[in-house]
């Protein structure tokens, strides 16, 4: 059976590190999912959205503005949500069917908010800058296994990670792995996303 798995990054969009992950991912002909961050869509960066969007990844919702969401009312978890869903709408006239709480913080409540299916992932600690692009090559490539949900960030200061993708792509390429969507994935192991789960692993 074919091992398929899902690059996603956090936090973007930016004109700094999202245009070069975008490069990465031409390069080897792959694809992604970009989980955004209301705030950081502007003018300038939504066109390095919309360029994932024409290299066929997909933008889903990371909040608004990035804050721990498992202590907002549902006024104001919903009114977050609808913001970045907008703004996405906007760049692609797709409205995102996956939401990454930040920090993953999640509460019981927040899935009774909406019916977007929650995503974590397995990920390198690659927002803390100490950890070397040897160390988030590793430890990504030591999690891989089928149906799995890789967490990265694209934020606009991460360049290890840029450097870390040039190595974990081809090695999981030569591995026999095959690049999907979240979306993607889900439709290819024909898993039908389910409330109340929050899933690093579709399989799982
Ligand atoms: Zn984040």
Known sequence: MIKQIALTF????????????????????????????????????SLSARR?????????????????????????????????????????G???????????????????????????????????????VSQRTDRILEQLSDGVIILLHDSKDNFKTVEALKRIIPEALSRGYEFLTVEGLFAAKNITPQKGVLYSNVLA
Not at 19 to 45: C, H, M, R, W
Not at 59 to 84: G, Q, V, Y
Not at 123 to 132: H, K, L, T
Request: glycine letters at 6%.
């Open 94 to 132: 797709r409205t995102p069917k996956f939401f990454r709480p930040p920090y993953i913080a999640v509460s019981a409540e927040m899935y009774d908010y909406t019916d977007k299916t929650f995503i974590c992932g397995l990920g390198a600690d690659d927002w803390d800058d100490a950890v070397s």
């Open 52 to 92: 994932a969007v024409e290299q066929g990844c997909m933008i889903e919702n990371h909040s608004a503005t990035h804050s721990d969401m498992s202590k907002m009312s549902r006024e104001e978890f919903i009114a977050e949500l609808n913001r970045t869903d907008k703004l996405i709408e906007d760049i692609c």
């Open 10 to 45: 956090d936090d973007g969009p930016n004109t700094t590190v999202t245009p070069l992950v975008l490069d990465v991912l031409k390069q080897y002909g792959i694809v992604a999912t970009f989980f955004l961050v209301g705030d950081n869509i502007n003018e300038q960066s």
